[in-house]
């Protein structure tokens, strides 16, 4: 059984393998400026990969620290001020 760890880096192998085919196919083809932005976008996608998860792993944990807060909120006493009376 593969765990979450081998699958992430199938995954992402998987990903940076397809980026450098493509690069090697415009390098055959003779169109190196493309080989280059594919070899490029290949090597980024780990890290573009990993910030996404991260992102999302951060905004499921204020959504869940909202979640435990919003009724502490809404049962607070809020101190209310007198209205002025315009001069």
């Known amino acids: ?5 081998s699958t992430a ?6 990903v940076v ?5 493509r690069a090697i196919r415009h390098i055959v083809d003779g169109d190196y400026r493309e080989a280059g932005v594919e070899t ?3 090597l980024a996608a780990p890290a573009l990969m990993s910030y996404a ?10 959504d869940g620290a909202y979640s435990l807060a919003n009724p502490a909120m809404d049962e607070a006493e809020v ?6 009376k315009a001069a």
């Open 9 to 14: 880096g199938a995954c992402t192998s998987s």
């Open 53 to 62: 998860s991260t992102a999302s792993l951060v905004m499921e944990v204020v």
């Open 40 to 42: 490029l976008a290949a």
């Open 1 to 5: 059984m593969l765990g979450a760890e």
């Open 79 to 84: 101190p209310r001020f007198a209205h002025r």
């Open 17 to 21: 393998g397809r980026g450098l085919f």
